[in-house]
């Protein structure tokens, strides 16, 4: 298993709907997660941070961490063209992997007008 | 002030040509990394810095010479470099290493095209 697992999409949602982003990982990360949006050509972007169980918002931006189920997704709200990114997950190594911040493959966004 | 300051934006080299990537914060960080991505990927660790010191090298081919001049600056030297070495570097900074609540902040990153 990989340590951030991430569903690389691309998905595709109509503008104002609920864009759901998801990542799973292992044992061998830390449990606190962070969201990068990264619009083609640019460098990854921090958006949120989370680390704790439950639910983080901003704006229209919410992070859910389930650490029982080692689950973390992100959930954009009334979502807009401008949100078209790729959207990736990260979270640092443990063990042999500490001192590295590890991502998921990232899920491309794509939200019509 | 979550700003790294990465230069240049842009660079052209031959399979010949020595060169240079920089990166800058001042954001009292003292974790500095090197990130290589390729289109469609997520980014690829190469280097850490734990203050001012190279603790991690991910297996980087020796024509990529990190170089840790202050707490505040980072290099990237490059001689030789292949064609499929082109990619966008990034360069990132935190606060320390481990860091489980710790941000990494991004630079915008070197568009490196090796011909």
């Known amino acids: 298993q990989k340590e951030v697992e991430q569903n690389s999409g691309p998905l595709s949602v109509p503008e104002g709907a609920i864009a759901s982003l998801n990542c799973t990982y292992s044992?061998?990360?830390?449990?606190?997660f962070f969201w990068y949006r990264q619009y083609s050509g640019k460098s990854p972007e921090l958006i949120m941070s989370?680390?704790?169980?439950g639910d983080k918002e901003d704006g229209r931006f919410t992070a859910q961490l389930n650490k029982a189920s080692q689950y973390v997704s992100l959930l954009i709200r009334d979502s807009q063209p401008s949100d078209s990114a790729t959207y990736l997950c990260?979270?640092?190594?443990?063990?042999?992997?500490?001192?590295?911040?590890?991502f998921g493959q990232g899920t491309e966004l794509s939200v019509k007008p | 002030d979550t700003e790294v300051t990465q230069t240049p934006k842009h660079l052209v080299m031959g399979m010949t040509n020595k060169k240079s990537l920089k990166c800058e914060q001042h954001m009292g960080h003292r974790a500095m990394y090197w990130y290589k991505q390729k289109a469609k990927k997520p980014p690829e660790l190469m280097f850490v810095?734990?203050?001012?010191?190279?603790?991690i090298n991910e297996s980087v081919p020796s024509r990529f010479s990190p170089e840790c001049p202050n707490s505040s600056l980072l290099n990237l030297h490059l001689h030789a470099l292949q064609p499929e070495d082109s990619a966008l570097y990034l360069c990132?900074?935190?606060?320390?290493?481990?860091?489980?609540?710790?941000?990494?902040?991004f630079g915008q990153g070197t568009r490196l095209t090796v011909v």
């Open positions: 810095y734990s203050y001012e010191k190279l603790s």
């Open positions: 990260a979270g640092w190594g443990l063990y042999n992997q500490g001192g590295k911040l590890i």
């Open positions: 990132a900074s935190s606060q320390a290493i481990p860091a489980a609540n710790t941000e990494a902040f």
């Open positions: 044992d061998r990360v830390s449990q606190s």
């Open positions: 989370i680390y704790s169980n």
